[in-house]
């Protein structure tokens, strides 16, 4: 729900999930938890951060639930372990967690389709005969819908908008691009799509079915997904472009990432996760059904052998050679991250009142650095030797699977991988710059991270395009270098020629007022570039004024 996701996709999108983690190692890991508080509050304080929230929690229990910082700048509040944070995306866990419920209640199958169980849901899908929208596709993205329009993301409510009409808004964005259950694109409009068939099986409102099922028994008695009057008492205002406060968002479709949460909530939430299930001494799911919800499914790739991706609302995120589960969230000015380990039975939640990604990013990179003192390093090696069929797959590819179909003539052009081998390993690299990822060989088809030793890079036999390479939850397919150079070629002579019909009129706009320069095609011929040149620009401004206060403008 940050801006710069926004930018990057041309339109302002709801409920981010944060990208992986970056593995730059810090100066010095932290080995005692007065370590890693130390050097927190170091980083909320050299980088003006308002406030962190923490929920720290292994075997024995939470062992740091607490605060750094200020709730309220302007009113000189301390932030502590009752203030409550918006949790954005993460929120949308608690949509897996009831459908799972239900699912192992017989009263619902995650292979149900959606027209069956809810056919007023406005939503278009060509390939429904064969290839229908069912509950599991609602969960794990691959709907095939692009994410929720701007009319939806800057939508601002305080009515209380009911589950329904906050669907029925703006449903335009809800029709499949790909046939469902092939391709994973993030979508904020499938959640709540499924948070309205739990409440329809039910008969209760979704908040009220998640607070007597979730939140209570997990100990979240704080957590809320409205503006309630604990919220204006202790919700943490939250802060954006340089610490401005921003108004409380009432986000239109509440169950994808409108919860309100204290440190003290996140660590039940968060201890539920490592008892794999349970909370208040009774599982509130069972084991299998959260080991599902942590597996991918309904994708290409993962049934061609993907062991990462995106399950039910939850997935994988790996540090330095270990696999968390996680789920990012974000508003605007105010980021989460709720990230457990299994194997080391630890986790975490970390929220931040601010749109200091890079902050958020470091603070959550020294956490994992603690919880993973301990274990013994992964060690990947390569299997076998790299034959002419292994070496099938190099070449240049485009993604084909973007979250908004808006952005996709910029794929085409500027998010080229170049896939080759190099020392007898598979290198994922961006043709324009930045550092390769590494794979090492399982089979000709299948490759494992070299970090994690996980199968993260698969060939997949996409029903519409055939033959692509899916790379955790990025599918590419294999484009010609003379495609590919051409493209780039078009799109520097269209940059030259836009900066060009600037300058140029610097020169034919002074022979014009100066009457060198007759009427008709001479001039259409220099008006017209200026205009496209102008188009652009205005383009550009317009969505900057817009992205300063998506609310208001």
């Known amino acids: 729900m940050t801006r710069f996701a926004a930018a990057a996709y041309l339109l302002l999108i709801l409920l981010v999930p944060l990208p992986a983690l970056a593995d730059e190692e810090a ?43 200020k709730a309220s700048l302007e009113n000189d509040i301390d932030a502590d372990e009752d203030s409550l944070f918006r949790i954005g995306s993460t929120s949308k866990m608690f949509v897996a967690l009831s459908v799972l419920k239900l699912v192992e209640e017989g009263r619902l199958s995650l292979d149900d389709r959606l027209a ?31 994410d929720i329009h701007l009319p939806e993301f800057a939508n601002s409510d305080p009515t209380p908008l009911t589950l329904k009409q906050g669907l029925d808004f703006h449903p335009h964005s809800r029709v499949s691009r790909w046939k469902p259950g092939s391709r994973m694109s993030y979508c904020n409009a499938g959640p709540p799509v499924a948070a309205y068939i739990v409440q329809k099986i039910t008969g209760q409102d979704f908040e009220s079915y998640v607070q007597e099922n ?53 660590a039940g939430m968060v201890t539920f996760f490592l008892n794999r299930g349970v909370a208040d001494d009774r599982p509130l799911i069972s084991a299998e059904s959260l080991a599902r919800m942590e597996r991918a499914v309904s994708t290409i790739g993962n049934r061609a052998g993907l062991e990462v991706g995106f399950g039910l609302n ?12 996680a789920h990012d969230g974000g508003v605007i000015g105010g980021l989460t991250e709720l990230a457990y380990l299994p194997e080391a039975v ?17 603070i959550s990179e020294l956490v994992r650095d603690f919880e993973t003192r301990q274990l013994d390093a992964v060690v990947v090696e ?32 500027l998010n080229i991988y170049r896939l080759y081998f190099e020392d007898g390993k598979l290198m994922q690299k961006p043709l324009l710059g930045g550092e390769p990822v590494e794979f090492v060989a399982a089979s000709p088809s299948q490759y494992r991270s070299s970090e994690t030793g996980a199968i993260s890079l698969v060939q997949a036999e996409d029903p519409l395009l055939g ?16 495609v590919v150079y051409s493209q780039l070629g078009v799109a520097i002579l269209w940059g030259l020629a836009i900066v060009t019909s600037f300058l140029y009129f610097l020169v034919w706009g002074v022979r014009k007022l100066r009457g060198k320069i007759p009427a008709g095609a001479t001039m259409r011929i220099r008006v017209w570039p200026l205009l496209a040149g102008l188009s652009i620009a205005a383009f550009i401004g317009l969505f900057v004024v817009g992205m300063s206060d998506p609310f208001q403008q």
Not at 119 to 138: A, C, G, K, M, S
Not at 382 to 407: C, W
Not at 467 to 482: A, H, I
């Open 382 to 413: 390569q299997v076998g030797e790299i034959t002419a069929e292994h070496r099938d797959i190099e070449g240049l590819y485009y993604p084909v699977n973007p979250r908004q179909q808006l952005s996709f003539f910029l794929d085409r052009v």
């Open 27 to 69: 100066e010095k890991k932290p080995e005692t938890l007065e370590e890693l508080k130390a050097a927190v509050a170091t980083i909320v304080e050299e980088n003006d951060v308002p406030a962190v929230g923490i929920a720290m929690v292994d075997a024995t229990g939470p062992i740091w639930v607490g605060a750094i910082g």
């Open 467 to 482: 033959p692509v390479v899916q790379v955790g939850t990025m599918v590419l397919k294999s484009t010609p270098p003379l």
């Open 314 to 325: 939850n997935y994988s995120s790996s540090h330095e050679g270990w696999m968390y589960r």
């Open 214 to 266: 979730f939140f209570a028994p997990m100990g979240m008695r704080q957590a809320s997904y409205r503006l309630t009057d604990e919220v204006e008492e202790k919700g943490v205002t939250l802060y954006a472009n340089g610490n401005q406060p921003q108004e409380y968002w009432h986000i239109i479709m509440r169950p994808s990432g409108s919860i309100n949460a204290s440190p003290t909530d996140m």
């Open 116 to 146: 069956d169980l809810a056919p007023e849901i406005v939503f278009d899908n060509q390939w429904e005969e064969q290839d229908p929208v069912r509950v599991v596709h609602l969960l794990e993205h691959t709907t095939g819908w692009d």
């Open 346 to 362: 630890a986790g975490h939640a970390i929220m931040i009142n601010s749109d200091d990604y890079a902050s958020f990013r470091e």
